[in-house]
Protein backbone atom coordinates (compact mmCIF):
# COMPACT_ATOMS: atom_id res chain seq x y z
CA UNK A 1 0.00 0.00 0.00
CA UNK A 2 0.65 3.42 -0.77
CA UNK A 3 -0.19 6.84 1.16
CA UNK A 4 -0.13 9.85 -0.07
CA UNK A 5 -0.67 12.95 1.88
CA UNK A 6 -1.26 16.58 -0.14
CA UNK A 7 -0.55 19.73 1.90
CA UNK A 8 0.51 23.56 0.77
CA UNK A 9 -3.30 24.63 -0.26
CA UNK A 10 -4.95 27.58 0.75
CA UNK A 11 -6.38 31.17 -0.50
CA UNK A 12 -4.68 33.31 -2.85
CA UNK A 13 -5.34 36.21 -4.85
CA UNK A 14 -5.57 36.33 -8.75
CA UNK A 15 -1.90 36.19 -9.87
CA UNK A 16 -0.45 35.11 -6.85
CA UNK A 17 1.86 31.25 -6.69
CA UNK A 18 1.31 28.46 -5.05
CA UNK A 19 2.93 25.31 -4.18
CA UNK A 20 1.51 22.26 -3.35
CA UNK A 21 3.25 18.88 -1.81
CA UNK A 22 2.54 15.52 -2.01
CA UNK A 23 4.19 12.99 0.71
CA UNK A 24 4.27 9.30 -0.35
CA UNK A 25 4.81 6.76 2.60
CA UNK A 26 4.78 2.97 2.31
CA UNK A 27 5.36 0.71 -0.37
CA UNK A 28 7.13 3.92 -2.25
CA UNK A 29 9.05 1.63 -4.76
CA UNK A 30 6.07 0.34 -6.31
CA UNK A 31 5.07 3.30 -7.60
CA UNK A 32 5.96 3.82 -11.42
CA UNK A 33 3.97 7.48 -12.51
CA UNK A 34 2.73 10.21 -9.99
CA UNK A 35 0.07 13.31 -11.05
CA UNK A 36 -1.80 15.68 -10.19
CA UNK A 37 -5.50 16.03 -10.95
CA UNK A 38 -8.18 18.68 -9.69
CA UNK A 39 -11.64 18.99 -9.24
CA UNK A 40 -13.56 22.11 -9.46
CA UNK A 41 -17.28 22.17 -8.02
CA UNK A 42 -19.66 21.05 -10.27
CA UNK A 43 -17.10 19.39 -12.78
CA UNK A 44 -15.34 16.74 -13.31
CA UNK A 45 -11.73 15.54 -12.23
CA UNK A 46 -9.43 16.82 -14.48
CA UNK A 47 -5.48 15.71 -14.77
CA UNK A 48 -2.96 18.43 -14.52
CA UNK A 49 0.03 16.68 -15.23
CA UNK A 50 1.96 13.64 -14.88
CA UNK A 51 5.48 12.28 -13.80
CA UNK A 52 7.00 9.18 -14.89
CA UNK A 53 9.54 8.07 -11.63
CA UNK A 54 11.55 6.41 -13.83
CA UNK A 55 12.68 9.30 -16.37
CA UNK A 56 11.26 12.04 -14.66
CA UNK A 57 9.49 13.38 -17.66
CA UNK A 58 6.64 15.15 -17.46
CA UNK A 59 3.53 15.82 -18.98
CA UNK A 60 1.15 18.85 -18.57
CA UNK A 61 -2.25 19.17 -19.58
CA UNK A 62 -2.34 21.64 -22.51
CA UNK A 63 -3.82 24.67 -20.94
CA UNK A 64 -1.91 24.38 -17.57
CA UNK A 65 1.67 23.73 -19.24
CA UNK A 66 2.66 27.34 -19.36
CA UNK A 67 1.99 27.78 -15.87
CA UNK A 68 2.45 24.46 -13.28
CA UNK A 69 5.43 22.53 -13.01
CA UNK A 70 5.55 19.01 -11.36
CA UNK A 71 9.07 18.19 -9.99
CA UNK A 72 10.07 15.17 -7.53
CA UNK A 73 12.29 15.15 -4.53
CA UNK A 74 13.71 11.68 -4.09
CA UNK A 75 15.42 12.39 -0.89
CA UNK A 76 12.08 12.72 0.82
CA UNK A 77 9.68 10.91 -1.52
CA UNK A 78 7.75 14.54 -2.41
CA UNK A 79 6.33 15.39 -5.21
CA UNK A 80 5.17 19.12 -6.06
CA UNK A 81 2.95 21.30 -8.09
CA UNK A 82 4.43 24.67 -8.38
CA UNK A 83 1.45 26.78 -9.59
CA UNK A 84 1.96 30.33 -11.03
CA UNK A 85 -0.37 33.47 -12.62
CA UNK A 86 -3.01 31.57 -10.25
CA UNK A 87 -6.40 32.49 -11.98
CA UNK A 88 -10.05 32.04 -10.14
CA UNK A 89 -10.93 29.40 -12.66
CA UNK A 90 -7.96 27.37 -10.81
CA UNK A 91 -10.14 27.12 -7.33
CA UNK A 92 -10.34 23.40 -7.07
CA UNK A 93 -9.27 20.49 -4.63
CA UNK A 94 -6.28 19.37 -6.02
CA UNK A 95 -5.11 15.35 -5.58
CA UNK A 96 -2.02 14.19 -5.81
CA UNK A 97 -2.05 10.37 -7.12
CA UNK A 98 0.04 7.31 -8.12
CA UNK A 99 -0.01 4.25 -10.21
CA UNK A 100 1.63 0.71 -8.87
CA UNK A 101 1.05 0.25 -13.70
CA UNK A 102 2.77 1.72 -15.97
CA UNK A 103 1.81 4.10 -18.33
CA UNK A 104 -0.45 5.52 -16.17
CA UNK A 105 -1.95 8.39 -18.00
CA UNK A 106 -5.70 9.03 -17.04
CA UNK A 107 -7.52 9.11 -13.37
CA UNK A 108 -8.74 5.60 -13.46
CA UNK A 109 -5.38 4.21 -13.89
CA UNK A 110 -3.89 5.58 -11.17
CA UNK A 111 -4.72 3.35 -7.89
CA UNK A 112 -3.47 5.17 -5.01
CA UNK A 113 -5.30 8.95 -3.96
CA UNK A 114 -4.93 11.66 -1.57
CA UNK A 115 -7.12 13.49 0.46
CA UNK A 116 -6.88 16.54 -1.68
CA UNK A 117 -6.03 19.90 -1.05
CA UNK A 118 -8.39 23.04 -1.19
CA UNK A 119 -7.09 25.68 -3.11
CA UNK A 120 -9.27 29.32 -3.97
CA UNK A 121 -8.04 31.82 -6.15
CA UNK A 122 -10.07 34.82 -5.78
CA UNK A 123 -9.80 38.99 -4.81
Known amino acids: QVQLVESGGGLVKPGDSLRLSCTASGRTRDILNMGWFRQAPGKERERVGI????????YYRNSMQRRFTISKDDSHDTLYLQMNSLEPEDTAVYYC????????????????WGQGTQVIVSS
Open 51 to 58: IVLSTLQT
Open 97 to 112: AAASGSGAVYANEFNY
